[in-house]
C-alpha cells in the first residue's frame, strides 16, 4: 500500500506545521510508504487530492483539521477516483468534529494504527449546489452544512478574525453575530414538502458533531443514508445566548422553537432580497438558494 499524505501546515493554529516532522517520523517508523504535499494556500488541498487520485494512489492521508478533510474529499471527488480510494485521517485541527463521530482517535500514533490496520467504514457524504459570484457551483461535505446564523460565524471568522487562531477566531466570530445577525425567512423543501418560516440557522447534519464539539445532532448516522436536518427557529438572542450551551450536550432538541427531521434532499430559499450565506464543514461557500442532497456510501474512511 502506497500513500499520498496531504499535510496543512496552518491547522490548528499553526500547530500542525510545528508537529509534522514528529508525525512524519511516527510514519517511517511504523513503516508506512508515503510521499507528502504541503498545502499553500486555502483550495490547494482539493488539487493536491485530485492529482493524487488521478494517478492511482491506493490511500490518500490527510493531516490537518476538517476543512483539511473537506478539500481531500472534494479533490478526489474531482480526480473520478472518490469511490475507489481509502482516506485515511490525522486530525490535527482544533475543532475535530468529523473524527469524533467516525471513532478516530485523536492522538496521531493511534490514529496510524488504524491506518495500517486496513479496517475500512463506507459512509455517506452530502452535495450542496449554491451560488457564488452569481454562478452556480456545487460542493461534497463530509460532516455538516447549513446557512442562517452559522453560516454568518464562519463568514465573520473567515473575513475578520481567522489570523487569531481557530479558537479566538470563532468566539469573536460568535458574538459579534450574536450582536448584529437578524433571523430570516426563508422557503424549506424537504423531500418535496414545503415549509415557510423565519429561522436562526438550518444544518444539514451527517455526522453528529459541528462548530468545534456542538452536539448538534445525537442521532446522526452517517452510513444510514439520511440527513438528520436541524432547523432553529425564530429565536430571541437572549433565548439563542442561553440555549447555546444546550447545543454543546445535546439537550437543545427539546425547546420548543428547534426540529430535526430527516430527509435526502432539501432545498433552501430566501424570502425577499436578503443575501443569505451557505457553509460546508466550516468553509464559506456562497449564499442561497441552495440544494442539498445525501449520497449514500460514497466514501471509504480507514477507522
Not at 494517478?55 to 478533510?69: A, F, K, L, P, R
Not at 490514529?111 to 467504514?121: D, N, S, T, V
Not at 414538502?193 to 445525537?218: D, L, S
Request: with cysteine; charged share 25%; proline share 4%.
Amino acid at each position: 500500500m502506497f500513500a499520498k499524505v496531504i499535510v496543512n501546515p496552518v491547522a490548528g493554529a499553526g500547530r500542525t506545521a510545528r508537529r509534522w516532522p514528529e508525525i512524519m517520523g511516527l510514519f517511517r517508523g511504523l513503516g508506512l510508504r508515503f510521499e507528502y504535499d504541503l498545502t499553500e494556500a486555502p483550495g490547494h488541498a482539493i488539487e493536491l487530492a485530485k492529482e493524487a487520485g488521478a494517478n492511482g494512489y491506493d490511500m490518500v492521508v490527510s493531516v490537518g483539521g476538517d476543512g483539511t478533510v473537506h478539500e481531500v474529499v472534494n479533490g478526489l471527488y474531482a480526480s473520478g477516483n472518490l469511490k475507489r480510494a481509502l482516506l485515511g485521517i490525522i486530525c490535527t485541527g482544533t475543532g475535530s468534529d468529523y473524527i469524533r463521530t467516525i471513532g478516530i482517535p485523536r492522538r496521531p500514533e493511534e490514529a496510524m494504527r488504524r491506518l495500517l490496520g486496513m479496517k475500512k467504514l463506507t459512509v455517506d457524504l452530502g452535495m450542496v449546489e449554491y451560488v457564488a459570484n452569481g454562478s452556480p457551483k456545487k460542493r461534497l461535505f463530509v460532516n455538516f452544512a447549513g446557512i442562517g446564523f452559522d453560516a454568518e460565524i464562519v463568514r465573520r471568522t473567515t473575513l475578520k478574525y481567522k489570523s487569531l487562531g481557530s479558537l479566538p477566531s470563532y468566539l469573536l466570530g460568535v458574538l459579534t453575530t450574536l450582536v448584529t445577525y437578524r433571523n430570516q425567512e426563508v422557503a424549506i423543501r424537504l423531500d418535496g414538502e414545503v415549509h415557510r418560516k423565519r429561522v436562526c440557522t438550518v444544518i444539514m447534519n451527517n455526522g453528529r458533531y459541528g462548530g468545534g464539539g456542538m452536539f448538534t445532532a445525537p442521532d446522526a448516522d452517517l452510513t444510514d443514508g439520511w440527513f438528520d436536518v436541524l432547523t432553529v427557529g425564530d429565536l430571541s438572542k437572549p433565548d439563542l445566548l442561553c440555549s447555546l450551551p444546550r447545543i454543546y450536550k445535546g439537550t437543545h432538541l427539546t425547546h420548543p422553537k428547534v426540529n430535526m427531521k430527516r430527509a435526502k434532499e432539501a432545498e433552501v430559499t430566501a424570502v425577499g432580497n436578503r443575501r443569505i450565506f451557505v457553509q460546508a464543514d466550516g468553509e464559506l461557500l456562497g449564499e442561497l438558494p441552495a440544494r442539498f442532497c445525501i449520497l449514500p456510501s460514497a466514501l471509504n474512511v480507514l477507522v
